[in-house]
């Protein structure tokens, strides 16, 4: 493999590429907007109930792991319906792996806000 010289004009574009994909993710899935719903009432709620720094550290790190899932989620499903659009018992099932993901970062992000909100609002 040839390695190419570093390049900043490549890094600027990646970051590019990188907004290209978040504005994909934006347009073509809906479950985006009600993870980006619930992130904006968790800051909310994290300024009026004073969180502290660390438990804003651990709010944005939820918050993100869930973006994150989400965005591979998204990815792996696209790649698979390229592949085929026919129904295939191993594609379906690494759809449901991917959507796996995002189910348990949810999971874990609600888990993580219920620690740190329920003790505030009790």
Do not use: C
């Not at 719903?37 to 792991?65: D, H, N």
């Amino acid at each position: 493999m040839i390695r190419k010289p570093f390049s900043w004009k490549e890094r600027y574009n990646s970051f590019g590429y990188a907004w290209q994909g978040i504005k994909a993710l934006f347009r073509t899935e809906h479950n985006a907007w009600i993870h980006t719903a619930i992130a904006i009432a968790v800051v909310i709620a994290a300024i009026l109930l004073k969180v502290s720094s660390t438990e804003a550290i651990v709010l944005v790190s939820a918050i993100a792991f869930v973006f994150v899932t989400e965005i591979l989620n998204t990815a792996i499903e696209k790649l698979a319906d390229f592949i085929s659009l026919q129904k295939h018992p191993q594609i379906g099932l690494v759809k449901d792996l991917a959507a796996a993901a995002v189910l348990i970062a949810a999971i874990a992000a609600v888990v993580i806000g219920a620690i740190i909100f329920i003790p505030k609002l009790f």
